[in-house]
């Protein structure tokens, strides 16, 4: 007789055993020899040695699809027990396309969903420092943190750095209430959202705890060397010259940055002005380092928001923008 604990570290137990826990007793069924008890976040499995590991074995095939697929369903369980590899992947056609990332929470497919958030995709592949650049709902800060979490997925970074500048709509965080985490949690709420649906809650709450994912204002970032790290700076129209600066020069080694900003959206008070202006006109000639432009084309929210980006697009003042056709960055010289 033998017995082994498996632990669901950072998954939500129900997702592998079900609510109701119908799951385990599909399992009990398969297995009718050994004796399973749930615990809390732990499987204490009790039985003879040889049927024991071939369980052990398998269970690490579907906890190896639930990290990769994002759910664990009964269908999956029976396939996995009657496979080799573990590895259940959907018939659909959506799983098939290159644009795919991979599944999040329940199941649910992340992937670019525009041109150029397939060009963001593409363009991460041959160079370490993106930055995305466009007007609201265009999925640039969306697509950024669907990659930064392929990326821990695939092994090819240790933690994800999210961060933004904690200025915006005029406020001053002294006098808003609460400690410093209630303070700066409205300025970054679009970033666990994204994380919401890519990461089911429980290992997002590890991630969290233990500094795999961390999400801090801009200054934070200032005296650090980002190694093995994968660090978005988002909403960057509202970094000033020298805050910009400071965030681009902690890229360490094996690190992969991309800087997100809508620069018809400035925060920052009339006298600063935004360093992504001029990061634009001195970066783009920089091997390695990639510019995507998105526009109203790229957007994935209501109908009505691409309308009024191109009517904003069309207005006189709209010259005065960076990244109109006429003054985007021309291609680096090779």
């Not at 909403?235 to 965030?247: C, D, R, V, W």
Request: proline share 6%.
């Amino acid at each position: 007789m033998g017995e082994i604990t498996i632990k669901f570290e950072g998954i939500h137990p129900p997702d592998i055993l079900g609510l109701r826990e119908e799951k385990l007793q599909l399992l009990k069924t398969m297995f009718p020899k050994l004796r399973l008890v749930a615990r809390g976040e732990e499987l204490i499995v009790i039985g003879d040695n040889v049927e024991t590991a071939f369980f052990a074995s398998k269970m690490e095939m579907m906890l190896a699809h639930y990290e990769r697929f994002g759910k664990l369903t009964e269908e999956n369980i029976l396939e996995i027990m009657a496979s080799d590899n573990g590895f259940v992947h959907p018939s659909n056609e959506e799983s098939r396309k290159s644009d795919l990332l991979f599944y999040g929470k329940n199941g649910i497919a992340i992937k670019a969903r525009s041109p150029n958030q397939s060009r963001m995709v593409e363009s991460l592949k041959d160079h370490d420092m993106l930055f995305a650049i466009g007007p609201a709902g265009t999925g640039k800060t969306y697509t950024a943190v669907a990659l930064a979490v392929r990326a821990l997925k695939n092994k090819e970074v240790k933690r994800i750095i999210l961060t933004r500048p904690a200025v915006e709509a005029g406020e001053n965080l002294g006098f808003l209430p609460g400690d410093l985490k209630d303070k700066l949690d409205p300025y970054l709420r679009p970033l666990y959202d994204a994380l919401r649906d890519m990461i089911p809650p429980a290992k997002l709450s590890v991630y969290l705890e233990d500094g795999t994912i961390e999400i801090a204002p801009l200054a934070f970032m200032r005296g650090r060397t980002l190694d093995n790290a994968f660090a978005i700076l988002d909403e960057a129209q509202n970094a000033t010259e020298s805050q910009l600066k400071m965030f681009l020069t902690r890229m360490g080694k094996s690190a992969r940055f991309i800087i997100t900003g809508d620069i018809t959206q400035i925060d920052l008070p009339r006298n600063q002005l935004p360093g992504l202006f001029r990061a634009i006109k001195l970066l783009n000639n920089i091997r390695g380092i990639e510019f995507v432009f998105l526009n109203e084309k790229d957007v994935v929210r209501h109908e009505l928001v691409s309308r009024i980006i191109e009517a904003y697009d069309q207005s006189p003042r709209a010259k005065e923008n960076p990244t109109t056709k006429e003054n985007k960055p021309k291609p680096p010289r090779t």
